[in-house]
């Protein structure tokens, strides 16, 4: 059966999606925590130069496969690998990230909706409490409700297609994401006391700086800029020839960044504020989002209103990331299985429940299920962050560097006459540097999860 394959409208299409995969619920608060955790100004440092060129380097390499192989990651890797085995298998880790991802990232969704909902009417002493947010992942069925809300919404996106549906969602969302983010960002900074998290965030600090530093803004490049996840092969695929990859890529990396650094600006200033100084308050996770924050909301003025704009913000992060993760998945079903759009979308739909319910129940009813001592969503998010992704990297670099070739990827970003401003920085990342990063946050990840190491 053939499918006729979508594509962006232009360069802004891609950009915008693109950035909307990557500005989701890893920039809006798990940035600010590993700032905090690390060091602030100097952990800011080092991300931005791993931005500028690991990210760099594998996105322009991601982005370059899908476009010159017109196919999603499996397709992909079987065309440039000439059906090597081990090769196809990178192709099909590749794919399968998403699909294992946005079940319990929808989950997690569905949380951001239901704090969206009760800041419109609920007390904020209520949200705030201690146990407002364990009752409701604790309590039965209502975050399973939520959860569904939440797929709904990303499948009726998905149903649409790329140009009416990702491209124009991403086209609305993303600058209101931005217009919020600054909004906030500027409430929060002038709270009192608020200059002191400013100046902890934006000002290095040599004396915080240590390895880990490094590891941490490594593996949070993975989270930030959709790394490895399958989409921006997905996403090169649908990028017309005459749109410059090297320019799109760099406008991305900006994109990504400025929410990242505006996310920091919003949480760490309110919450050195909220805290009188006390970064140790900045706690990863859940915990952040849905117990500090509402917490930091309830002492403001205006907390209402910026507590729903702040879920707003979250929601539509949220959203975007989500909507990509299903894209990726349902383009791999229609170049490997030709199945129609309507066909991959529906099978998504029924495993983004069937693995989603697992999550979202699983701290409930079926909390007395563990897999390795982990509730089913900790435990997907191990697998497909800290073993599934570096692994998947891996793959492109091999890939690139073995069978692809270096200059093909040169070739397919130059096409046109488009530019390739840091072709050398690319060169020397994908060859030698790349690999060994992975490798590095492969094995630290895992030791972390198994207490072999602290992060």
């Not at 080092?46 to 476009?67: D, N, P, Q, S």
């Not at 079926?366 to 793959?395: C, K, Q, R, Y």
């Not at 093909?408 to 050398?424: D, I, L, M, T, W």
């Amino acid at each position: 059966m053939e499918h006729n394959r979508g594509s962006f409208s232009g360069k802004l299409g891609f950009v915008l999606s693109a950035a909307g995969a990557s500005v989701g619920l890893g920039n809006i608060w798990r940035f600010p925590y590993l700032a905090a955790k690390y060091g602030g100004g100097i952990f800011l440092i080092v991300y931005i130069l791993l931005a500028l060129t690991f990210g760099y380097t594998m996105i322009i390499a991601e982005t370059a496969i899908g476009r010159a192989s017109q196919k999603s990651p499996v397709g992909a890797f079987r065309l440039f690998g000439k059906n090597n085995k081990s090769m196809l298998a990178g192709g099909w880790v590749n794919a399968i990230i998403p699909v294992l991802i946005v079940p319990y990232y929808s989950v997690i969704g569905g949380w951001v909706c239901k704090y969206l909902s009760v800041y419109l009417y609920k007390d904020l002493q209520e949200i705030a409490s201690d146990t407002f947010f364990t009752d409701f992942i604790t309590g039965g069925f209502s975050a399973e409700i939520w959860f569904i809300i939440f797929i709904a919404l990303v499948l009726a996106v998905i149903y649409m297609g790329v140009e009416n549906g990702i491209e124009r969602v991403s086209r609305f969302m993303m600058p209101v994401l931005v217009v919020l983010a600054v909004v906030i960002c500027i409430y929060s900074v002038t709270r009192p006391g608020a200059m002191a998290g400013v100046k902890y965030f934006l000002v290095p600090d040599f004396r915080h700086f240590s390895w880990m530093t490094v590891v941490s803004a490594m593996g949070q490049m993975f989270y930030s800029l959709s790394i490895a996840m399958g989409i921006l092969i997905t996403f090169g695929s649908y990028m017309k020839k005459e749109v410059s990859i090297d320019t799109s890529t760099e406008q991305v990396e900006i994109f990504d960044t400025a929410i990242a650094i505006l996310a920091g600006l919003m949480i760490i200033p309110a919450v050195f504020a909220f805290s009188a100084g006390d970064p140790q308050t900045l706690k990863a996770g859940p915990s952040l989002m849905f117990i500090t924050m509402p917490k930091i909301f309830a002492s403001m003025g205006f907390g209402r209103i910026i507590g729903i704009l702040f879920f707003v913000l979250v929601f539509f992060a949220a959203l975007t990331s989500a909507i990509a993760l299903t894209e990726s998945a349902v383009s791999t079903f229609s170049d490997e299985f030709h199945w129609s759009r309507r066909k991959g979308t529906t099978f998504m739909a029924v495993v983004m429940l069937v693995l989603g319910s697992l999550s979202s129940l699983g701290y409930g009813p079926l909390s007395f299920i563990e897999i390795i001592g982990m509730p089913f969503l900790d435990f997907f998010d191990f697998l497909t962050n800290s073993v599934m992704m570096p692994i998947a990297a891996l793959a492109i670099c091999l890939l690139v560097t073995r069978h692809m070739g270096i200059a093909a990827v040169e070739a397919e970003v130059e096409q046109n006459g488009h530019g390739f401003h840091r072709k050398n920085v690319f060169r020397f990342m994908i060859r030698y540097i790349c690999p060994i990063f992975i490798l590095v946050i492969l094995i630290s990840s895992i030791a972390s999860a198994f207490w072999w190491i602290k992060m």
